[in-house]
């Protein structure tokens, strides 16, 4: 098991940036896929982006993709979500969530640990 704690939302203004942390303890951590979800309120939780644990490959839903890059650190175990140009549909929890393997990698129910999310606010 990985135990996982995100960092770094807030407040945003529409087209800024905003850099997500998730700081994984447990030596599971550099042979994860990890990967970050979102809910929005009144919205199921849905898959934003993986990354397996060398660093390739990705893969990312398509309303982010040119905007959002997640990218790991593993001598840090940490992991990012960098989002740039947001847009208030954006607005929503995020959530860092580890795994084995990556088959499926955007199915949640694949991922075995989850952090406790948060929040992202994107103002027009």
């Known amino acids: 098991q990985v135990q996982l704690v995100e960092s770094g939302g807030g407040l945003v203004q529409a087209g800024g940036s905003v850099r997500l942390s998730c700081a994984a303890s447990?030596?599971?951590?550099?042979?994860?896929?990890m990967a970050w979800f979102r809910q929005a309120p009144g919205k199921e939780r849905e898959f934003v982006a993986a990354?397996?644990?060398?660093?390739?490959?990705?893969q990312y839903t398509d309303s982010v993709k040119g905007r959002f890059t997640i990218s790991r650190d593993n001598a840090k175990n940490t992991v990012y979500l960098q989002m740039n140009s947001l847009k208030p549909e954006d607005t929503a929890v995020y959530y860092c969530?580890?795994?084995?393997?990556?088959?499926?990698?955007?199915?949640?129910?694949?991922?075995?640990?989850w952090g406790q999310g948060t929040q992202v606010t994107v103002s027009s």
């Open positions: 447990g030596r599971a951590f550099v042979s994860s896929t």
């Open positions: 990354l397996a644990w060398s660093g390739r490959p990705t």
């Open positions: 969530a580890a795994r084995a393997g990556w088959i499926d990698a955007s199915d949640q129910y694949q991922y075995t640990s």
